[in-house]
């Protein structure tokens, strides 16, 4: 008796062993699972677009977690190092992309790493349709997932991850986690502004002149002083002419800035001309700075595909498809006219400079908000934030006659542009004078 229960007892505590050795063992699995799983950051948000999507962090994965504005896009990026594993998780919100149908894509991506489509297909998330293809590399890298929703008004969203070394599986997880983690809301301030700026190309510039050229004066004044002391001034002249019994748009404008000490620091000069809806423009520009001189041109053609060529940059030539809300900067005047005129409270539009940058920017109209610089003259008030990383904003007040009476900009300093004439400007800056009487299209407005 005594040994059978010796027996059952050693029975016994090597099951109750085998049961810890079982469980010790699946705790370090789900240790290691916990440690080598795909964790996702919380929704990153593009601001007033109405898109956000998650991205891989943590485990292995590092990212930044907010939208870069570059080269006429917005990028959001995350990096897997981890052992010998390593990916790049890739996500792209182009302003003026090139329409491509996504299946060229996907083969234009095949063709750059000498690959080929293994496997495609849809994935839904959010009621959006994201098309995917993985490509494989026949060379070292085991390749990419790439994926491609359309939205609405011409804009897109791309999503690359690319397994550089290591599992293959990764890349592809990682791909299907962000897909799925797409949201849009479509809050139709991007549709608002493509109609406004459709109404303006419908009108004509030349509905806005009438029988006068538009010239707009303005000092550059630096609020941190009492009194605020000038450091420099812009002015923009938009005229209009006809060519071959057709109306058509000449613009010139000329922007001097100095430092808080008085010293030059840029000089741009820039000559416009397009058709009356400016469906097809040259726009050249050239700026001065302390260390460099470069010279911009800027061509958009009938078929909304612009091309813009810098002397400093390479590759020179960069090509942009524009979409419908993309209005040059030239014409801001214009653009709060339509909006006021429409009765529009928010729109979004695409900014374009005259060195070819494309601003995505949120235009509001501000009422009963206490304001300093406010006058009795200024019948409204709109708020602009430029949209590129670069924390600019702006307020523009204008008279009963929709004439911009003066800007409030800011960013880590607020400048007053301040409404003025030409002789003001010439007395403020005699130094001056030769460039103001050498452009063409300025000394005939004189």
């Avoid at 990028?75 to 090139?98: N, Q």
């Avoid at 080929?116 to 995917?132: C, H, M, N, P, Y």
């Avoid at 008030?381 to 904003?393: D, I, K, T």
Wanted: hydrophobic share 40%; charged share 25%.
């Amino acid at each position: 008796m005594t040994e059978t229960y010796k027996i059952k007892r050693l029975v016994g505590d090597k099951m109750v062993l085998l049961g810890l050795f079982i469980a010790s063992l699946l705790i370090a699995y789900l240790i290691i699972a916990s440690k080598s799983a795909l964790v996702l950051s919380e929704p990153i948000k593009l601001a007033h677009t109405g898109l956000s999507l998650s991205m891989p962090n943590g485990n292995g994965w590092e990212s930044e977690r907010q939208w870069e504005y570059h080269d006429n896009a917005f990028t959001l990026s995350s990096v897997f190092v981890s052992g010998s594993s390593r990916a790049l998780a890739h996500c792209s919100y182009p302003l003026a992309a090139d329409k491509l149908p996504t299946e060229k894509w996907f083969d234009e991506k095949a063709d750059e790493i000498a690959g080929a489509i293994v496997e495609k297909g849809r994935i839904q998330a959010d009621g959006l349709s994201i098309d995917w293809a993985h490509i494989g590399d026949s060379r070292v890298r085991p390749g990419i997932s790439l994926g491609a929703v359309r939205l609405p008004n011409g804009r897109q969203l791309e999503i690359e991850v690319h397994q550089i070394a290591g599992d293959g599986g990764l890349a592809e997880q990682a791909f299907e986690r962000i897909a799925k983690s797409v949201k849009f809301k479509d809050n139709r301030l991007l549709e608002a502004g493509s109609r406004i700026v459709g109404q303006i190309k419908t009108r004509g510039i030349d509905s806005f002149l009438g029988s006068r050229d538009q010239q707009d004066y303005f000092i550059i004044r630096d609020l941190r002083r009492s009194p605020a002391r000038p450091l420099g001034f812009m002015i923009d002249v938009l005229a209009g002419s006809e060519t071959n019994g057709k109306p058509d748009v000449q613009a010139a404008s000329l922007f001097y800035m100095q430092d808080i000490r008085g010293r030059h620091v840029q000089e741009q000069v820039t000559f416009f001309q397009s058709d009356n809806s400016f469906d097809n423009f040259v726009w050249k520009g050239h700026i001065h700075t302390v260390n460099e001189v470069s010279s911009t041109e800027v061509i958009l053609d009938e078929a909304g595909v612009m091309t813009v060529t810098k002397s400093n940059v390479l590759p020179k030539d960069r090509i942009y498809q524009l979409g419908s809300a993309a209005i040059p900067d030239i014409f801001i005047r214009q653009l709060f006219s339509q909006m006021l005129d429409s009765g529009s409270k928010e729109i979004m539009v695409d900014i374009i400079a005259s060195d070819g940058k494309i601003t995505p920017t949120f235009v509001s109209r501000l009422q009963d908000e206490a304001d300093a610089v406010k006058g009795p003259e200024d019948a409204y008030v709109l708020g602009l934030e430029f949209l590129n990383g670069r924390g600019f904003s702006e307020r523009v007040y204008l008279d009963d006659q929709k004439q911009i009476s003066k800007r409030l900009v800011r960013q880590n300093v607020t400048y007053l542009l301040e409404g003025a004439t030409l002789e003001e400007i010439k007395k403020q800056f005699p130094e001056q004078e030769k460039s103001i009487l050498g452009n063409k299209i300025l000394k005939q407005n004189q």
